[in-house]
């Protein structure tokens, strides 16, 4: 079983958007905690499966977002 980070945040319509930070594009959301997040593990599960039946979609067979701290003047 891997892991993933489910990011909440309240979308504008009063709903929870769960968005999944190691898969690009993988977003789901709910009317409240709960839902959000049953929803964003069948996502990534979908997701996941869909890369294992298409690995042409992966870059590399690698899925993973990475962060970078980057300066900047202000």
């Known amino acids: 079983?891997?892991?993933?980070?489910?990011?909440l945040t309240p979308g504008q319509d009063g709903y929870i958007v769960a968005e999944?930070?190691?898969l690009p594009g993988c977003i789901s959301q709910g009317k409240n905690r709960?839902?959000?997040?049953?929803?964003i593990k069948e996502a990534i599960q979908l997701y996941v499966e869909c890369l294992r039946?298409?690995?042409e979609f992966s870059k590399n067979g690698e899925t993973l977002n990475?962060?970078?701290?980057?300066?900047?003047?202000a």
């Open 34 to 39: 709960a839902e959000a997040l049953r929803n």
């Open 53 to 55: 039946e298409h690995p």
């Open 66 to 73: 990475h962060a970078e701290v980057v300066a900047v003047m």
């Open 1 to 7: 079983m891997k892991k993933y980070t489910a990011i």
């Open 20 to 22: 999944c930070a190691e």
